[in-house]
């Protein structure tokens, strides 16, 4: 009995439609209006100077750690903007270009990454969750929404995004298994930056893509320069209308770089070499799709000038409204740390939130005696 | 006895079951092997067969998988009520449980819910392999943000798991396995909830308050109405029913009223729910303690393997014997 | 118990230490964890804490002195009452007690849980090791949090409540059995119980007799009552002689001593006087029916009198507080366990009262015959010397003459006087109808701090009781 070999017919290709010098292939350059790519570009733009404008606030203590995401735009952005608005967004934490194109305002944001719980309500009429710290278990979320996707028989699809870390997660796994199994419209997208942390993926992985993980769970995988924003977009299209006419769940691997720590806790020089840094920093991906644009015709120099004026003045608007509805009462009361724990209200949270209530009472009147204390001292 | 009908706790659950996918057309069984084999219990039984594959769904051997995407489908708007195949695995899905689970409704403010159940066989008492006898519903309750009750009989069962599928909270729902089989009771044809959060007292007493819950309660059941019979005693009984939330007013009312207090369980002594009532009764009915309260619990070790798993568990005439001395203190 | 401290092992390989300063005295009471000693080792200096709670016997060490480790440091006596620790709970095979049984506590007397009759009980001595009740107030009273919400509720000092729990614990009912003032369970082992009682304040023959002569009132009439005087303040009286005639007589002899004797009563004494009637008619026919033979057999009438000391004994029996007097001095209440009844028997000379010793032990045959006998000696002057002593109730009856009632004086230093007046024929209400029935007006005046107005009623009910179903004698015994 000869050894026959077992035919595995899914392939992975390399998708880059756009490359790092501004060349597209017209082959497969996708067609797409000039307002679809002018909101596309306008959103990566508003991400890259959100994500630094954070860092700025974050250096001088108006934000708290948060995961950078200047870098990661095209992925973002790219896939986003292929769904529908009534399709669903999951985002893992480096999506915050895609947020905003969602719909999510940047007080909102910033709220979020300040420690506001408030910051994670999604808006209005849009089928987003809110950032996923644990890493991967996010994934088994949308391959839940997309089973009951199917369940319920509505043609939609869930968009979901993790790292390359996270794909050695179980959760990751155990949702692509799901996914495939019950043919969920789900499109497992990874923004593939090379390091989880510090960790290098040639120490995460044993495997030549991480692209190719889409075999073993028979589904179609696809492997994308993810700094192309694109070759993004038409990965995630094809995946989109594959979901929707059936054929379950695709895995797209964005190949991309970290363009900052991976917190603002991080110190990226301690793994990263200068050279290899300095090689991806050249692949940037809005420089790529500015000039793309610029040569299409569909912006001028001058327009862009323009629109980084406007994304800067809505950026300090964004910030101002978030630090006044930080400032609010709503915002400000810690009693309400017991209010969302359950649909109606309990005994013993209740007793819990008069607990500090009548503490916070107490304290307030000890600062009253200072203050009254003080003020005979001082008339000394 | 009309407009009830007698059947034990595993029958009891499958009604419950068939009657909230009858009802609820959102509502979706999932977990492994309760589709075509009906369950390694045969809790699920005949559910395939009446509402298809698509709403009892066969899943994939992966708890942490089954309860991520129950949270996908909850959040979706399903209610699925998941079987993990024993309580001891659910660990896989415990982060997922923890993580998301317990708090999506509250980091969203509200705007995020996970209405879904995960129903378990747990607790000891059947002679099963390793790691199929653990009773953890003290680490699960110590969750904030999730449900976590316990039924003690048939009707209890039926009741309590169409109050966990309507919730719009995550309910850890525990069926002990030991009492899938063990008796009959009379469950009313009309479906019931029994209220998450509120105990029952079963019996009324003045000279001492037993609280128990699952398996336990049977225990403490048979050791209080022996008792009874013997000696010149009168104890109240409470079946605890709901974990977390747990309702402290009814056991301490009753302490009020009694003095005394046993708890019974038989998951492990440390930190376990005994430790909680006992320190609610501190808190709400010290002035009316007349002795200290005792518990009768499992002890702080893995479930010996089947040949002695007899001598872990809380049986009878420790339970007798904890409420003479706490009667007599 | 002594327990010797012998100095810890101060970790690190130590093996001395010089005591640097001793922080406790010979005889001081300790608390676990207080600092004994201070300590020097090579490395630091370490406070030693009391590992027990007592009182400090002997201390071994001297300041400066370098103790090795091991060595006895200091001797404290742990008494068996001082520890708090619940005992460990006995297994039992098969329970038989029930909450309402009585408890056998391990250390403490047997008590009656209220059952109702009360347990003969050995009388305490005072010896620190059997406490009736907990007197070292250093150590908590072992308690249930709901026993000492109850005394806290009531008022009740849980330091003065006898324990009837195991262990030398304080029960609910010990609680509320101290204060309602029921004291009967406690009497016969009551803290306060002490043996040997106090003799009899002395009232001399002179005093009490007052035999009509100068020359006891000079022999040291008023020598034992050196205390209490009259008011005699000059002046306070107006000149009488104003108004009319008068004849002044020196107070002498019974009447100064009568005199100063109801003056101390009356300042010394709070009294109360609580009032009943006993309905006497079917006694009284008994009575007339057993005249004639009991006179032929004994000489003597069988009088109401005593009939009513008999039932005073039985009374005393169950009331014991009106069997007692009270030391001020020492803060005591002396229960006396033997019942001498005095009869106030009026003589020209006034009022004097012989006593019935041991009427507890004597037949109501005798009683009769000693009444008639002693009435007779003291009106004659007669009556000896030990039988106007040694009273501890007092009964005095005016019947004989008439009075509807009296507030009778307590005879100094009882706690408590019964005052008959006369059985009249009067109107009743039986089941609904007006018959004639004798009814005798009794008053009892009493001591209100050896006893309150509710135990007070009690008494004389039960006086009452016995005279109207005489059949409680004979139930009784």
């Not at chain 1, 995460?204 to 769970?217: D, F, G, I, P």
């Not at chain 3, 708090?84 to 909450?99: L, M, N, Q, R, Y």
């Not at chain 3, 100068?214 to 009439?221: A, H, Y």
């Not at chain 3, 004989?400 to 004086?409: D, E, V």
Request: charged share 25%; net charge negative; proline share 5%.
């Amino acid at each position: 009995m000869p050894r026959k070999p077992i035919e595995i017919t899914e392939k992975i290709e390399y998708l880059s439609i756009l490359d790092e010098n501004a060349n597209v292939d017209t082959k497969l350059e996708p067609k797409l209006d000039n307002d679809t790519l002018k909101k596309m570009y306008r959103f990566m733009l508003l991400g890259r100077r959100t994500d630094e404008r954070m860092l700025k606030m974050q250096r001088t203590g108006r934000l708290g750690t948060f995961p950078q995401a200047s870098g990661h735009e095209a992925v973002s952005i790219g896939s986003v903007s292929a769904i529908e608005k009534t399709d669903w967004h999951i985002p893992a934490y480096r999506e915050l270009a895609g947020m905003l194109y969602r719909g999510w305002s940047l007080e909102k944001i910033i709220l979020y990454w300040n420690g506001y719980e408030e910051g994670a309500v999604p808006p209005k009429g849009v089928n987003d969750l809110p950032y996923c710290v644990p890493v991967a278990s996010q994934l088994l979320h949308a391959a839940g929404v997309g089973m009951a996707m199917n369940i319920k028989g509505d043609k939609k699809v869930a968009l979901t995004y993790f790292g390359d870390g996270s794909s050695s997660e179980g959760d990751f796994h155990e949702a692509l298994n799901f996914a495939s199994v019950f043919k969920a419209p789900v499109i497992f997208v990874c923004q593939n930056n090379q390091y989880a942390i510090s960790v290098p993926l040639s120490k995460q992985m044993n495997c030549k893509t991480l692209a190719q993980r889409a075999v073993a769970y028979g589904m179609p995988g696809i492997k994308v320069d993810g700094n192309d924003v694109l070759a993004m977009y038409v990965a995630t299209k094809e995946a989109v209308d594959r979901a929707k006419a059936g054929g379950g769940p695709t895995l797209i691997e964005g190949l991309t770089y970290r363009f900052t720590p991976h917190t603002t806790a991080d110190d990226p020089k301690r793994y990263r070499s200068e050279d290899e840094s300095k090689e991806w920093f050249g692949r940037e991906p809005l420089t790529r799709f500015a000039k793309y644009l610029q040569n299409k015709g569909v912006m001028t120099a001058k327009d862009l000038e323009e629109m980084e004026a406007e994304v800067d003045a809505e950026i300090r608007a964004g910030i101002e409204r978030s630090e006044t509805l930080s400032k609010s009462e709503e915002l400000m009361n810690p009693l309400a740390m017991f209010d969302y724990l359950y649909g109606e209200e309990t005994e013993h949270l209740k007793a819990q939130k008069e607990e500090l209530k009548q503490y916070l009472e107490h304290k307030k009147k000890g600062k009253k005696q200072q203050n009254h204390t003080a003020h005979a001292g001082s008339a000394k | 006895m009309a407009g009830t009908k007698e059947m034990n706790m595993a029958k009891a659950i499958n009604l419950a079951l068939h009657e909230a996918l009858e009802r609820d057309e959102n509502v979706v069984v999932m977990g492994e092997d309760v589709g075509y084999d009906e369950g390694v219990f045969r809790i699920t039984e005949g559910l395939v067969q009446k509402y298809g594959e698509k709403r009892v769904i066969d899943t994939p051997l992966a708890e942490a998988g089954i309860m991520g995407t129950a949270i996908g489908m909850s959040i979706y708007g399903l209610r699925p009520v998941c079987e993990i195949q024993f309580s001891d695995f659910a660990n896989y899905a415990f982060n997922q449980m923890e993580s998301h689970a317990a708090r999506f409704r509250n980091r969203t403010r509200g705007a995020v819910k996970t209405p879904l159940v995960m129903r378990m066989p747990s607790g000891g008492g059947i002679r099963a392999l390793e790691h199929h006898s653990e009773s953890r519903e003290a680490t699960w309750a110590h969750v904030p943000g999730l449900k976590v009750v316990m039924p003690s009989g048939p009707r209890s069962a039926r009741a309590l798991l169409h109050s966990a599928i309507q919730d719009d909270d995550a309910v850890v729902f525990y069926e002990p396995k030991s009492l899938y089989r063990l008796f009959k009771e009379e469950v009313p044809d009309e479906i019931e909830t029994f209220p998450i959060g509120k105990a029952q007292v079963v019996k009324e007493g003045k000279d001492l308050t037993v609280v128990s819950f699952g398996a336990s309660f049977r225990v403490a059941l048979d050791a209080v109405e022996t008792l009874e019979e013997d000696q010149d005693v009168s104890i109240e009984l409470i079946d605890l029913l709901s974990i977390s939330p747990m309702d402290h007013a009814t056991i301490c009312k009753s302490v009020e009223k009694t003095g005394r207090l046993v708890v019974v369980h038989e998951g492990p002594r440390n930190l376990g729910i005994a430790a909680e009532i006992i320190a609610r009764v501190n808190e709400n009915a010290f002035l009316s303690l007349e002795a200290p309260i005792k518990r009768v619990t499992g002890y702080d070790v893995p479930m010996p393997y089947f040949s002695k798993e007899q001598f872990f568990l809380p049986d009878a005439d420790k339970v007798a014997l904890a409420c003479m001395e706490t009667i007599k203190f | 118990m002594s327990q010797d401290f012998l100095l810890p092992d101060l970790g690190e390989g130590i093996h001395e230490a010089e005591i640097i300063a001793i922080k406790v005295k010979v005889g001081q009471s300790v608390k676990e964890d207080d600092i004994l000693f201070e300590v020097e080792t090579d490395k630091a200096v370490v406070e030693v804490p009391s590992p027990f709670t007592g009182v400090v016997e002997a201390i071994h060490v001297k300041e400066g002195e370098v103790a090795k480790t091991g060595c006895s440091m200091i001797t404290i006596g742990t008494g068996a009452g001082a520890s708090s620790a619940p005992a460990k709970e006995e297994k039992a095979a098969k329970v038989s007690d029930t909450k309402t049984q009585i408890l056998t506590p391990v250390g403490g007397a047997s008590t009656n849980g209220g059952n109702g009759k009360a347990a003969p009980a050995p009388v305490q001595t005072q010896a620190k090791s059997q406490a009736a009740h907990h007197a070292n107030r250093d150590i908590p009273v072992p308690a249930a949090p709901a026993v000492r919400a109850l005394a806290r509720e009531l008022k009740v000092d849980l330091y003065e409540v006898r324990p009837s729990g195991p262990h030398g614990r304080v029960m609910k009912e010990d609680v509320r059995a101290y204060a309602a003032g029921a004291l009967e369970s406690k009497m016969g082992t009551g803290a306060a119980v002490a043996t040997g009682s106090r003799p009899q304040p002395a009232i001399s023959l002179h005093d009490k007799y007052g035999g009509g002569d100068e020359k006891s009132e000079k022999s040291g009439g008023s020598s034992s009552f050196s205390t209490p005087s009259m008011p005699s303040v000059p002046g306070e009286l107006p000149d009488f002689t104003k108004h009319g005639q008068v004849e002044r007589v020196p107070l002498r002899s019974i009447r100064k001593k009568i005199a100063q004797s109801m003056m101390k009563s009356w300042t010394t004494i709070p009294h109360v006087t609580t009032f009943d009637e006993a309905d006497i008619t079917a006694l009284n026919q008994t009575l007339k029916s057993v005249e004639k033979s009991f006179a032929e057999k004994t000489g003597s009438r069988l009088t109401l009198t005593a009939i009513v000391v008999k039932a005073v004994v039985s009374a005393l029996q169950k009331y014991p507080q009106f069997n007692s007097s009270l030391d001020d001095e020492k803060s005591e209440i002396v229960f006396k366990k033997y019942y001498n009844i005095g009869i106030a028997v009026a003589t020209d000379k006034g009022l004097i009262v012989p006593v019935i010793h041991n009427a507890d032990q004597k037949s109501l045959t005798q009683i009769a015959i000693e009444l008639q006998d002693i009435a007779n000696k003291t009106r004659a002057g007669k009556v000896e010397l030990e039988k106007l002593q040694g009273g501890t109730f007092t009964i005095t009856n005016i019947g004989a003459i008439g009075g509807t009632n009296m507030s009778p004086m307590i005879n100094h230093p009882e706690c408590a006087i019964l005052g008959m007046a006369r059985g009249a024929d009067k109107p009743v209400v039986r089941n609904g109808n007006i018959e004639i029935g004798t009814i005798l007006p009794l008053a009892l005046s009493f001591d209100h701090r050896l006893a309150d107005g509710a135990e007070a009623a009690y008494f004389v009910r039960h006086i009452i009781n016995h005279l109207e179903h005489p059949l409680n004698f004979i139930l009784e015994n």
